[in-house]
């Protein structure tokens, strides 16, 4: 089946103008993937090959501690980006794992292919610039989040600001996310549920 690269052309065109040349640079720079659930795309101790955009599907980052507990870094869904990103930019060994938590389609570009995107035109590395600053931001968000509010407050914002993430990812995933156990998110689901349902009987 042929690759279809509107999803990854539209997105570009949020943040530059291409033309058609462009865009024949972007599909030569980018490969279509399907991958199966459960199917790990980035694992500890080999280097990152790809920077992935995700068109359809679901992944999440995360690492595992001394003691053998996980811990949730990111989470992408449609028209978000994942890797490990300390390994893909310095090309060294990969410290987290990043797993399809649905079967998905992405568009991958490796490390070289994105050197010669951005040499070809100074706007591809406005593009990866942006992308880039706006992750930055989001970590910064959630690190404040992590040191200022309560479990509670973290749940309460996230999920205003993304349900569709809430939506698709395993609870257990979420918990780790979050920074709380999975029963006591599932306690404040409970609570929200129930909250909701009095509401509405009001």
């Known amino acids: 089946m042929q690759a279809d690269y509107t999803p990854l052309i539209k997105y570009f065109e949020r943040f530059i103008q291409i033309n058609p040349q462009d865009k024949i640079k972007i599909i030569e720079s980018f490969r279509q ?3 199966k659930k459960r199917q790990f795309i980035v694992q500890p101790n080999f280097v990152a ?27 992408a869904i449609d028209d978000w ?4 990103y300390n390994s893909y930019i310095f090309q060294r060994p990969a410290t987290m794992f990043v ?3 649905e079967d998905s389609i992405i568009f991958q570009i490796d490390y070289n292919k994105e050197k ?9 590395e406005t593009f990866f610039r942006n992308i880039a600053e706006r992750g930055l931001a989001f970590y910064q968000r959630r690190l404040i989040a992590n040191l200022t509010q309560t479990a509670e407050e973290r749940y309460r914002d996230f999920e205003a600001n993304y349900p569709k993430i809430i939506q698709r990812v395993p609870q257990y995933a979420l918990a ?5 156990t999975t029963e006591y998110l599932s306690k404040l689901r409970n ?10 009987l009001k």
Do not use: C, P
């Not at 010669?116 to 591809?124: M, S, T």
């Not at 780790?176 to 709380?180: I, Q, T």
């Open 191 to 200: 609570i929200r549920a129930k909250k909701l349902v009095e509401d509405q």
């Open 81 to 84: 980006w994942i890797t490990d």
């Open 49 to 75: 090959a790809h920077r992935n955009f995700v068109v359809n599907g679901a992944f999440r980052s995360y690492l595992v501690g001394n003691e053998g507990e996980d811990h949730t870094i990111a989470f």
């Open 33 to 35: 993937v399907r991958i």
């Open 116 to 124: 010669e995107l951005k040499a070809y035109d100074h706007k591809f």
């Open 99 to 101: 797993v399809a938590l």
């Open 176 to 180: 780790s996310f979050l920074g709380m």
